[in-house]
């Protein structure tokens, strides 16, 4: 297969992929016969990434890619949706960054530091939306679950990893929290205050 019909194709499978694509899930779409090599896989990858047409841009996340909008055409897109965006409750946003900075983190701890029950709803919520999981469970009595964040937190926050973080802001600062979400937005969408994505109660 010549380099031109390999760069169309990954390029077509990165469009329709709705996550992002490891090299070697790429890999894994021609077959076993005939398939390019991984090092093909990321030449083409590469390629991809140089093109610069002013819309698409080829995004690293944790080890993966995806071809996505660039966000200066954010405020035209965001009219294709015509319901708004999700409110977060302050209960979520603490336990969201909760979960991002102190990783692996149990229920109890999340507890422990906010000083307050944590609402099933919240983590429920966060489960449902793909942005945290168990990812492992403590040597204690009835082994409670660690949570820890995923790669479709990184895609949905347009992150290439963890590093790209804002700087923790103080859990009890409620606006300092939501700035930091918006960040991790990219701006777009900033959360707000006062309605309970998830419901429930802290």
């Known amino acids: 297969m010549d380099e031109a019909r390999l760069q169309r194709i990954v390029k077509a499978l990165l469009l329709a992929a709705g996550e992002p694509l490891s090299p070697e899930r790429i890999q894994r779409c021609f077959g076993a016969e005939g398939a390019p090599s991984a090092a093909e896989i990321r030449a083409a990858l590469m390629h991809i990434g140089q093109e ?13 890619w995806r071809l996505q909008l660039d966000e200066g055409y954010a405020q035209w897109i965001d009219k294709l949706w015509e319901e708004r965006p999700p409110r977060y409750s302050r209960a979520l946003l603490e336990t969201l960054a909760l979960i991002l900075y102190r ?21 429920k919520t ?24 995923t790669h479709q937190f990184l895609a949905d926050f347009n992150l ?36 309970e994505t998830g419901g429930g109660a802290a």
């Open 160 to 195: 290439g990893s963890l590093d790209e973080l804002p700087p923790l802001p103080e859990v009890k600062d409620e606006q300092s929290l939501e700035r930091a979400v918006a960040a991790m937005r990219g701006g777009s969408r900033e959360p707000e205050s006062g309605g």
């Open 126 to 149: 966060l489960t449902e939306r793909g942005w945290v999981r168990v990812v492992g469970h403590r040597e204690l009595p009835g082994r409670p679950a660690l949570f820890g964040s």
């Open 103 to 123: 990783q692996p983190i149990t229920r109890a701890q999340i507890e422990e530091i906010r000083g307050v029950s944590l609402s099933q709803s919240i983590i």
């Open 52 to 64: 610069d047409d002013g819309v698409m841009r080829l995004r690293e996340i944790g080890g993966a």
